[in-house]
């Protein structure tokens, strides 16, 4: 069974940055894209950005010119460099991974903490 791991998560300041990062154990065939999720006590589970096999990313409103995804479809590896960082982008961020075959993979998450 292939898992995805993500890593980079921690406490930062406000206006800090972080990397996540989001790794399979195993390859992963035909995706059609990689993305990142959000989940905050008490809210719903958040999309936060999307990159395509084609390399087309998208972001919610709120993180846009903040964040960055990239990733590389054939090492099945997606990261998501988080700049500016406020108190309101703390979460259990998740990495998610969707094949054309509509076949999805989570990972386990990792917490971003903003505070001062």
């Known amino acids: 069974q292939v898992q995805l791991v993500e890593s980079g998560g921690g406490l930062v300041q406000p206006g800090g940055s972080l990397r996540l990062s989001c790794i399979s154990s195993?390859?992963?065939?035909?995706?059609?894209?990689m993305a990142w999720y959000r989940q905050a006590p008490g809210k719903q589970r958040e999309l936060v950005a999307t990159?395509?096999?084609?390399?087309?990313?998208n972001y919610t409103d709120s993180v846009k010119g903040r964040f960055t995804i990239s990733g590389d479809n054939a090492k099945n590896t997606v990261y998501l460099q988080m700049n500016s960082l406020k108190p309101e982008d703390s979460a259990v961020y998740y990495c998610n991974q969707r094949t054309y075959r509509g076949l999805g993979y989570w990972g386990q998450g990792t917490q971003v903490t903003v505070s001062s």
């Open positions: 990159i395509s096999s084609g390399n087309t990313t």
């Open positions: 195993g390859r992963i065939l035909n995706i059609y894209y």
